[in-house]
């Protein structure tokens, strides 16, 4: 068992379970890592309220916050 966990490779198979919400059903909550998928966002829906959903996304990561599928408008 020892040699298995001195592999190099051996934390990259283990996947640990994981949980998805939607970003009003995580208003309040806070996590250490967030994944925020924007991948599905269209020009009409850029707006003051997504601003806000923007927002309330990326105040509930305390440590790091990983956004996925960016699109080029946000890109600087």
């Known amino acids: 068992m020892r040699m298995i ?7 990259v198979v283990q ?8 970003c009003h059903k ?3 909550g806070q996590w250490t890592n967030v994944f925020l998928d924007i991948g599905y966002i269209t020009e009409e829906m850029l707006g003051e ?3 806000r959903w923007l927002y309330t996304a990326f105040t509930r990561a305390s440590c790091r916050l990983y ?8 890109e600087g």
């Open 49 to 51: 309220d997504f601003y």
């Open 5 to 11: 966990k001195a592999d190099p490779h051996y934390n």
């Open 67 to 74: 956004l996925v599928n960016l699109p080029k408008e946000f």
């Open 15 to 22: 996947v640990k379970y994981a949980y998805a919400v939607t």
């Open 26 to 28: 995580a208003q309040g």
